[in-house]
Structure formats: C-alpha cells, structure tokens
C-alpha cells in the first residue's frame, strides 16, 4: 500500500525557512509525480506544488512561487519542500501525495495525502 510520511514542520518566525520531507513507499517513486498540498487553519486543502516523475518540470500556487522550491530524490524516496520567505499566510498543515495537479483542479479525498505536518510561522 502506498504510505506516506511528512516531516520537518515546526514553529518558525516570519522571513525564517524549513525543509518539509515526505518518505514514501509501496509504489514506484520515481514514475510517479508528486504535489504538496496544505490546509490553513479553518480551510479546506489548498494545492502548492507539483513535480514531475523525472524532476525536470515543477509548477507552483501564485503566492509561493519564488519563495518555495519543490525537489525530490528519487534515489532515497523522498519528496521536498524548501520553504523561503515563510509568513504567517503559510501555517498550514502541509501534506504529501501522488499526482500532478493545478490551482482549479479538485483534489484527491484526504486518504490520498500522509498525515501531514504542521508549519507554524508566528513571531
């Protein structure tokens, strides 16, 4: 089964930086492209970035392009997200799943994600 596992968020000040990794497994990474996704207190799951199978096309949301970079190492399974810039807009729970999606697109139900983990970013 396909699993999941989201790591690095923590309590962060404003302008500071995390690395979000997701572990996954019991699927083929590499073919696979990958999204992070966030959900902001009192909102629904909002899409922030997709990256291609082979790491060579990534797109992102309009308010973290720039500041937020999508990367994976296919090698060790894993996704990433570098976070740059962080405001207070970014706490979220932020999650990992399969897929290649967009900001209009409806996304998957939330068994398609991991269990999340949470970006504080407050002075």
């Known amino acids: 089964e396909v699993q999941l596992v989201e790591s690095g968020g923590t309590l962060v000040l404003p302008g500071g930086s995390l690395r979000l990794s997701c572990a996954a497994s019991?699927?083929?990474?590499?073919?696979?492209?990958m999204t992070w996704v966030r959900q902001r207190p009192g909102k629904g799951l909002e899409w922030v970035s997709s990256?291609?199978?082979?790491?060579?096309?990534?797109k992102y949301t309009s308010s973290v392009k720039g500041r937020f970079t999508i990367s994976r190492d296919n090698a060790k399974n894993t996704l990433y997200l570098e976070m740059n810039s962080l405001k207070p807009e970014d706490t979220a729970v932020y999650y990992c799943?399969?897929?290649?999606?967009?900001?209009?697109?409806?996304?998957?139900?939330?068994?398609?994600w991991g269990q999340g983990t949470q970006v504080t970013v407050s002075s």
């Open positions: 799943g399969q897929g290649y999606f967009s900001d209009y697109q409806v996304l998957p139900a939330s068994d398609h």
């Open positions: 990256i291609s199978g082979d790491d060579l096309e990534t």
């Open positions: 019991g699927f083929t990474f590499s073919v696979w492209p």
